[in-house]
């Protein structure tokens, strides 16, 4: 017994010292594999789902599409066999995943002034915070800054509202919920510095007639482990086997929480280590459970809710769970298409716009779903941002140079999907 506990505690030790460590890819490759035909579909599929040394930044869907892996110099060997039994068609994107790491990450000139943003870097929590507290100081007739819950760690969850008219319709964006996809949380507080300050009439319109409420930072635990100990993380923080950390936060929503689709596919996982886990229940997570109580009490607010996500040039409607058509399918594609048309005009980015499970793959408790089929928040749409492209293949390791030009195209889009909206006869009672 005793001697059980004093391994115990020596193993907690080590585990803290690790813990402290920030993890490092050094000649981790990293490449983007082509899908060419249902075996090759298989097998990645069991390499994403069994392997923990392999990481895949963007997880192998169907048969047309690619997925992104990341391969620490262990496995050379092993994936070298896998490519040529399998005849996996692959381009080598980095073959030191540590320097995409490092170029994302540029030693700043000087330490930001609390409170000072420029979105030429990715910042912490509580810059973000700071800032956002700032703006309420300025301008305390408009900007209301809220703290929602707190995180598994304990840190705040912050929403912040602009809302300059009274009766105005508005839009929810939900930023960062998945923690290594860090232009999102960028694009929300630009898009927000945008509606504060840009002259452009049109994004004028968007701030005075429309309320908005935005979470930059949904997961912070997850977000702040992924700035400080391992670049590649995506989920919440909270102890959930004894191996194992974190819930996928965007499939521990409580609409169709762990459902399968027409294919018996899940789109989740009840693996507490995947890194799609669902959790042990419906909104197991603080961080979810924040969000669903401020929609429970807000929704009726709403007529769009956007959750921020990146890679793959895409915005994205319900369902995931399902390849039955909404009510208002052809609103979504419409309204999609042209917001996807203003984005497209401002650099070229082409996103496809469709519904999840048909469009992307089966995803079940995802955010933007329980908006729209519990919260009946009548469109909701999830963007794939920034990544891999003419600029480079990145993925999500996606360098600050990007934040303002990824932030000009989402801000147009948002001009595009609200003025569709108000034709098609959303955004009344202004
Ligand atoms: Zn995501």
């Not at 499939?251 to 009840?270: H, M, P, Q």
């Not at 799609?276 to 807000?298: D, K, V, W, Y």
């Not at 140079?401 to 948002?414: M, Q, R």
Request: aromatic share 12%; charged share 20%.
């Amino acid at each position: 017994m005793e001697l059980n506990l004093s391994i115990l505690i020596f193993a907690l030790v080590i585990f803290t010292a690790v813990g402290a460590e920030k993890a490092r890819f050094d000649n981790y490759h990293y490449y983007t594999i082509s899908i060419e035909n249902e075996l090759q579909l298989r097998v990645l599929r069991e390499l994403s789902e069994v392997s923990d040394s392999y990481t895949f930044a963007d997880p192998p869907t169907y048969v047309g599409s690619s997925a992104d892996v990341i391969v620490p110099p262990h496995q050379f060997a092993h994936f070298s066999e896998l490519v040529e039994k399998f005849n996996l068609q692959t381009t080598l994107n980095s073959d030191n995943f540590q320097k995409l790491v490092d170029n994302e990450s540029p030693k700043r000139q000087r330490k930001a002034d609390l409170g000072d943003m420029d979105w030429t870097s990715y910042y912490s929590t509580v810059e973000i915070h700071v800032w956002l507290d700032k703006l309420q100081q300025t301008f305390p007739q408009y900007i209301t800054v809220e703290e929602i819950g707190k995180s598994f760690e304990g840190r705040s969850l912050k929403l912040v509202k602009l809302s300059k008219k009274q009766n105005n319709r508005a839009i929810f964006i939900e930023g960062n919920i998945h923690a290594r996809e860090w232009i999102s949380g960028a694009t929300s507080t630009y898009v927000l510095n945008e509606l504060l300050f840009s002259s452009d009439p049109e994004i004028q319109d968007l701030a005075n007639n429309v309320d908005w409420y935005i979470i930059p930072i949904s997961n912070p635990d997850g977000y702040e482990f992924s700035r400080n100990s391992n670049r590649n993380w995506r989920k919440t923080r909270s102890p959930v086997s004894t191996l194992c950390n974190g819930v996928d936060p965007n499939r521990n929503f409580g609409f169709n929480w762990l459902t399968a689709d027409e294919s018996g596919n899940l789109g989740a996982s009840r693996l507490p280590c995947s890194d799609t886990f669902a959790g042990s229940r419906p909104f197991s997570e603080p961080e979810t459970q924040a969000i669903e109580n401020f929609l429970s009490q807000n929704y009726a607010k709403f007529d769009i809710y956007l959750s921020f996500h990146s890679f793959a040039h895409m915005m994205l409607f319900p369902f995931g769970h399902t390849s039955v058509r909404i009510p208002n399918f052809n609103d979504h594609l419409n309204i999609g298409q042209a917001a996807a048309d203003r984005l497209f005009a401002v650099d070229g980015v082409r996103y496809t716009v469709g519904p999840t499970r048909e469009t992307l793959y089966a995803a079940s408790g995802v955010s933007s779903d329980h908006a729209y089929g519990h919260h009946r928040i009548p469109l909701s749409y999830t963007y794939e941002m920034r990544g891999n492209g003419d600029y480079g293949n990145h993925g999500f390791v996606l360098p600050p140079e990007f934040i303002i030009p990824n932030g000009k195209e989402v801000l147009a889009s948002l001009v595009g999907m609200v003025q569709k909206s108000r034709q098609l006869g959303y955004f009344k009672n202004q």
